[in-house]
């Protein structure tokens, strides 16, 4: 699968079953990044898209095929590591609380893409891309 | 004219009642002047005070709710809250002794606004400052309309209680003391609000409450709902400085589903010891080494006065009313009543031994 998470400066991806922010322009980012794809993603998370391509399901990580995208917000993708080939981060550069965080070492990753830019409540956001 | 006198003192009997009837283990401390003063404890919607005459904050409904499952938040509809058992009123026995984390979840992290709080109606209140000059509760519901358009204005011109000038190298930006928006400037637009700013430690302000207003701000900017946010500091007795804050948030419109949280933010900065009476600091043995930029002020106590084990005879001012004694310029001393009040000279240990406490503000 091709990971997708937004993360903190700690690496956090949530904090008591919620999401610690969002941005309208990092979803049409996204929405454009799969398009053509199926994206997985919990029922959590649908209400922040409205393109066609998006399939909800409790149990979305397991489920996902090699190459659709999984958007995942509350749920520990650690144990699901070695079913990612590739992991696409989302960093909105700022701090929030968190109890829950991205525990994939990217250290062990390569960095192959990264780019900058402007959401509509962030002023800055970095998108990463990561492969094996 | 008699029936009108009859329904006033009927609404002041009911007013006394449902105040005499809110939760929470309560303790009466002193305020000089003997009138009890709660403050080791909050009760939930008992103490605020609203600058909104549209908007009553002292709300008495049911206490919100959060099924909590695990890979979902529940949405807490506000026309499916019901009774619950969640508790009302929160407590410092709830919370840990700080070990390592800036914030702590209190209350299965479930805020204790009730039902009658739901509105979508933004406004801000801000408590008035107490006889110690120390803020309260901060409370507000967020709305685009009320957030600031400007930048940020001088602040410095507040000093709240307990504050002190003074850097560690130890700490990031070196000073150990922010003035500390209770309700952050991003989300009412409040500057140099005395009711809205205690001292607080750099950890508290960066690591403790900034997190949770900027997920705050973010989730207004991106919906347009609202967040029914309170922040309450958190002083044990006379302490001019807070041992930390409640934080309470909770998002109206989808009814908690992005934002619902109740925690408690400690107000440290690790590798320095406070004094919370008075905001005296030092470093802590683990960061003796770095050793301050400007030593903390040390506030010394009077000549006239002694601390220990002396015997050494001096005066004070006792509250015969509180237990309590004061050095004579302290100004809780200064509203004793009279009937309470009475100048004494002889030792400390004489006035422990027949039961009065020294005065937790001028440490006599």
């Not at chain 1, 520990?76 to 994939?104: A, G, H, M, S």
């Not at chain 2, 973010?218 to 709902?225: G, K, L, M, R």
């Not at chain 2, 770095?290 to 050494?312: A, H, K, R």
Request: with cysteine; glycine share 8%; proline share 5%.
């Amino acid at each position: 699968m091709i990971l997708i998470v937004c993360l903190d400066d700690q690496n956090g991806m949530a904090f008591n079953h919620r999401r610690q922010s969002r941005d309208r322009v990092l979803i049409e980012r996204v929405e454009e990044l799969t398009a053509g794809r199926k994206l997985w993603m919990a029922p959590y998370s649908r209400k922040l898209f409205s393109n066609e391509n998006v399939v909800v399901s409790v149990g979305y990580l397991a489920e996902a095929g090699p190459d659709d995208y999984c958007f995942a917000e509350l749920d520990d993708v650690k144990p699901y590591e070695n079913q990612v080939q590739k992991t696409i981060v989302f960093r909105w550069n700022r701090r929030y609380p968190c109890d829950l965080r991205f525990e994939f070492d990217l250290s062990n990753w390569r960095l192959v893409a990264s780019e900058e830019f402007s959401g509509s409540s962030h002023e800055k956001i970095t998108m990463e891309v990561y492969e094996r | 004219m008699k029936k009108r006198w009859i329904s006033e003192l009927l609404a002041m009997v009911l007013a006394l009642f449902l105040l005499s009837g809110c939760g929470g283990e309560q303790v009466s401390l002193d305020t000089g002047d003997g009138s009890p003063q709660i403050t080791d404890t909050i009760v939930s919607n008992t103490q605020l005070t609203t600058n909104d005459p549209g908007k009553n904050p002292q709300s008495s409904g049911e206490p919100l709710e959060d099924a909590d499952v695990p890979d979902a938040p529940a949405t807490t509809d506000p026309e499916q809250i019901t009774s619950s058992t969640t508790s009302t009123a929160f407590s410092m026995s709830e919370v840990p002794a700080y070990s390592g984390a800036a914030y702590v979840a209190v209350n299965g992290n479930v805020p204790y606004f009730t039902s009658d709080d739901l509105t979508t109606n933004s406004f801000e209140s801000y408590s008035s400052l107490d006889y110690l000059g120390r803020c309260s509760t901060a409370y507000a519901c967020v709305g685009q309309d009320i957030m600031p358009t400007e930048e940020r204005g001088s602040i410095g011109q507040v000093k709240p209680t307990g504050w002190h000038t003074v850097k560690y190298d130890c700490v990031d930006g070196k000073y150990l003391y922010n003035r500390c928006h209770l309700i952050g400037y991003q989300l009412t637009g409040e500057n140099a609000n005395e009711e809205n700013l205690i001292t607080g430690t750099r950890y508290l302000n960066i690591d403790g409450m900034l997190p949770f207003e900027n997920m705050v701000a973010d989730y207004i900017q991106e919906t347009n709902n609202h967040v029914l946010y309170r922040v309450t500091p958190i002083f044990e007795g006379d302490n001019l400085l807070a041992d930390g804050v409640l934080m309470e948030g909770y998002s109206v419109e989808d009814g908690g589903d992005d934002i619902c949280f109740c925690v408690y933010a400690y107000n440290v900065q690790p590798g320095v010891t406070i004094n919370y009476a008075t905001g005296d600091s030092a470093l802590d043995g683990t960061a003796a080494t770095t050793g301050p930029v400007t030593l903390p002020t040390v506030q010394n106590p009077s000549e006239n006065s002694q601390t220990g084990t002396s015997t050494t005879q001096a005066d004070y001012v006792l509250n015969n009313n509180t237990k309590k004694f004061h050095l004579p310029s302290c100004s809780s001393a200064e509203d004793i009543k009279a009937s309470n009040r009475e100048d004494y000279h002889g030792s400390r240990e004489d006035l422990i031994d027949r039961g009065y406490d020294p005065c937790k503000r001028c440490n006599p």
